[in-house]
């Protein structure tokens, strides 16, 4: 069960957080973009934006289920042992 534990408290360490000013930045060149692209450029560009979106979103899904299983390995671990009590009270 440590181990397990010890997965789950160091799970997140490589997470970075999502930088407010880098999402600006990011929205103002691609506003320049837009701005500079022809019709058909805006579409490829477009089609280029929709298939970012999926693969996030596939990432996104990935990331929720490998959290999901982890939890509950985590659920079934902690419930191999009948007195449990002693674990609740140390994360206390």
Known sequence: MKNIIEE??????????????EQQKANKIED??????????KRLFSDYQDARIII????????????FCLGCRLMTEVAKYPDSSHISRSFR
């Open 32 to 41: 320049k973009l837009w701005n500079v692209l022809g019709k058909k450029e």
């Open 8 to 21: 789950l408290y160091h799970a997140f360490e490589d997470a970075s957080p999502i930088n407010s000013c």
């Open 56 to 67: 996030e979103d596939e990432y996104a899904k990935r990331d929720f289920w490998s959290g």
